[in-house]
């Protein structure tokens, strides 16, 4: 069969491309910026395999411009910008690469933890400011990490991993909502409470970590009325997908002291991040650093990699979701 041709959307470490390249015939989006809905649509009728990120919105009006394509290899885990719906009807096959970048987002949430609880953006922003005078004994004052309670909302790979490094890093007392109960060794490995309400744990906990997946059935999980439900001191954390999140009610929310902070990575509308955070001190914004390590981004295209090889030799894809 003739050599695949294979889109890649955006720029990929340097290692994964000339791997890819040496394997098929690959097109690189040599301008490494979003590619709008008529280029998807123009990769969809030209290439065997279109490899899309999360930036990339892919709805069923998009993926049925596609004649060719045959799978679409995504570089992320969640494919909530995908219509994985549309790709089953379409026969188009859909992977994603799961694993590979659970520590290095669950560090991400650790440290977004810390800095919202420690005050550091702030303390920064002063510092580069020119704007701090030395040490004083109730100038950005904090709260304790160590020994609080930290209740997450998904209890995956990425969930359980940020509950081992809070529980056992810094003692904290694990709580977790999820639609499925972990087993009892995933428990005891990383101290996990199973909470079968989600008010009960917002009610509850200290920090708020945000780890399910995006799309429809989660959009505004966390509104006005829920995050009233949190106590006045906690702080929210949000690694997973913006649209969890009513950033609008966040942002009054943050204003008016309702919860006492945030720690933002991912944003509903990226990379437009809402006026409303830009002048509140009380919440750190990140620019979606989660899976940023040199080492899990070269792995996330080689797991995309593997998917590939498998599928075009009549293989099932080791990470297929559609």
């Given at each position: 069969m003739p050599t695949p041709k294979v889109f890649l959307t955006r720029r990929w470490p340097t290692e994964v491309e000339h791997y890819l390249s040496q394997r098929y015939?690959?097109?690189?989006?040599?301008?490494?910026?979003?590619?709008?809905?008529?280029?998807?649509?123009?990769?969809?009728?030209?290439?065997?395999?279109?490899?899309?990120?999360?930036?990339?919105k892919l709805p069923a009006e998009v993926l049925q411009a596609g004649t060719r394509v045959k799978v679409l290899g995504n570089y992320g885990v969640g494919v909530s910008h995908i219509d994985v719906q549309a790709?089953?009807?379409?026969?188009?096959?859909?992977?994603n690469t799961p694993d590979v970048l659970t520590d290095a987002t669950a560090e991400i949430a650790v440290m977004l933890m810390l800095m919202a609880a420690r005050r550091a953006g702030e303390g920064e922003r002063q510092v580069r400011g020119n704007q701090w005078d030395g040490w004083a004994p109730t100038r950005l004052i904090g709260a304790n990490v160590t020994g609080r309670t930290l209740g997450l909302i998904g209890?995956?790979?990425?969930?359980?991993?940020?509950?081992?490094?809070?529980?056992?890093?810094?003692?904290m007392r694990i709580l977790y909502h999820s639609r499925n109960r972990a087993t009892p060794e995933v428990e005891a490995l990383t101290g996990g409470t199973y909470c079968q309400s989600l008010d009960e744990l917002l009610e509850t906990s200290d920090f708020v970590?945000?780890?399910?997946?995006?799309?429809?059935?989660?959009?505004?999980?966390?509104?006005?009325?829920?995050?009233?439900?949190?106590?006045?001191?906690?702080?929210l954390i949000n690694t997973a997908r913006g649209e969890v999140v009513d950033e609008a009610a966040l942002a009054e929310a943050l204003r008016n002291r309702v919860i006492a902070g945030a720690g933002l990575d991912v944003y509903e509308h990226e990379p437009r991040v809402p006026e409303a955070f830009l002048g509140l001190e009380n919440v750190v914004l990140l620019p979606h650093l989660g899976s940023a390590t040199l080492e899990t981004r070269v792995a996330m295209g080689m797991?995309?990699?593997e998917n590939l090889e498998r599928f075009f030799a009549g293989l099932e894809p080791r990470d297929r979701v559609a």
């Open positions: 015939d690959v097109t690189v989006n040599e301008h490494d910026t979003p590619p709008d809905a008529q280029v998807l649509k123009a990769a969809l009728r030209s290439y065997d395999a279109v490899c899309p990120t999360v930036t990339d790709c089953k009807r379409l026969g188009i096959v859909v992977t209890f995956g790979r990425i969930g359980q991993a940020t509950a081992q490094k809070a529980h056992h890093g810094f003692g970590s945000l780890h399910c997946p995006g799309g429809a059935a989660n959009r505004h999980l966390l509104d006005a009325k829920r995050l009233d439900r949190m106590k006045r001191s906690a702080c797991r995309v990699a």
